[in-house]
């Protein structure tokens, strides 16, 4: 059993924002293994692809989806090897794609949150990069702080960038959910 994780926020409001980023590319392998049909489970919305593979989008704030990823993991009894993750990241470009086993939590809240629920990091994530957010206050020109920037859409020729890049990871993600190999990678789109 393997189960792939797309963090967000739930609602229309934060649909298009850079923290959801990890709902579209959830998104995109689902319409690519033309998985239609959601149902709502232990918090969130739980798709089938096939035997053996779920694809999950906690529909609670990103900073708590653990709780909800550990309580499908449980149901299912899946090991967290079994288990690949996928979230934005403020702190590479957009279109590039870094594909890691382990690690901790960078400052993501919806890494920290699953981290704390499965007290592992031995589980597949996906980070996908939605924009520079430059790290040192005294640099930061003209960008609003953290939490506020990514809940803001991704400028066009950012979106495009971000786009292309998961529909590059598509495949290998659909190959992982398929057969349980994934490597570790970073992608880039050409621009």
């Given at each position: 059993?393997?189960?792939?994780?797309?963090?967000?926020?739930?609602?229309?409001?934060?649909?298009?924002?850079?923290?959801?980023?990890?709902?579209?590319?959830?998104?995109?392998?689902?319409?690519?293994?033309?998985?239609?049909?959601?149902?709502?489970?232990?918090?969130?919305?739980?798709?089938?692809?096939?035997?053996?593979?779920?694809?999950?989008?906690?529909?609670?704030?990103?900073?708590?989806?653990?709780?909800?990823?550990?309580?499908?993991?449980?149901?299912?009894?899946?090991?967290?090897?079994?288990?690949?993750?996928?979230?934005?990241?403020?702190y590479i470009a957009p279109g590039s794609i870094r594909v890691r086993h382990g690690?901790?939590?960078?400052?993501?809240?919806?890494?920290?949150?699953?981290?704390?629920?499965?007290?592992?990091?031995?589980?597949?994530?996906?980070?996908?990069?939605?924009?520079?957010?430059?790290?040192?206050?005294?640099?930061?020109?003209?960008?609003?702080?953290?939490?506020?920037?990514?809940?803001?859409?991704?400028?066009?020729?950012?979106?495009?960038?971000?786009?292309?890049?998961?529909?590059?990871?598509?495949p290998n993600l659909i190959n992982w959910l398929e057969h349980g190999m994934l490597?570790?990678?970073?992608?880039?789109?050409?621009?």
């Amino acid at each position: 059993m393997r189960l792939l994780v797309g963090l967000g926020n739930p609602g229309l409001q934060y649909e298009k924002t850079r923290h959801n980023i990890g709902f579209a590319c959830v998104d995109r392998v689902a319409e690519r293994l033309g998985v239609t049909d959601w149902k709502e489970f232990r918090g969130g919305l739980l798709a089938t692809a096939a035997p053996g593979q779920l694809i999950f989008k906690p529909q609670q704030y990103m900073n708590s989806s653990g709780n909800f990823v550990r309580q499908v993991v449980d149901f299912y009894h899946i090991a967290v090897s079994d288990i690949c993750i996928m979230a934005d990241d403020v702190y590479i470009a957009p279109g590039s794609i870094r594909v890691r086993h382990g690690g901790g939590d960078g400052g993501h809240n919806g890494w920290k949150s699953v981290l704390e629920q499965l007290h592992s990091d031995s589980f597949w994530r996906i980070r996908i990069g939605v924009g520079i957010y430059e790290q040192h206050p005294h640099k930061r020109l003209h960008q609003p702080p953290l939490d506020e920037y990514v809940l803001q859409p991704l400028p066009a020729h950012e979106k495009k960038r971000v786009d292309e890049a998961i529909d590059k990871v598509a495949p290998n993600l659909i190959n992982w959910l398929e057969h349980g190999m994934l490597t570790e990678e970073t992608l880039h789109t050409d621009h």
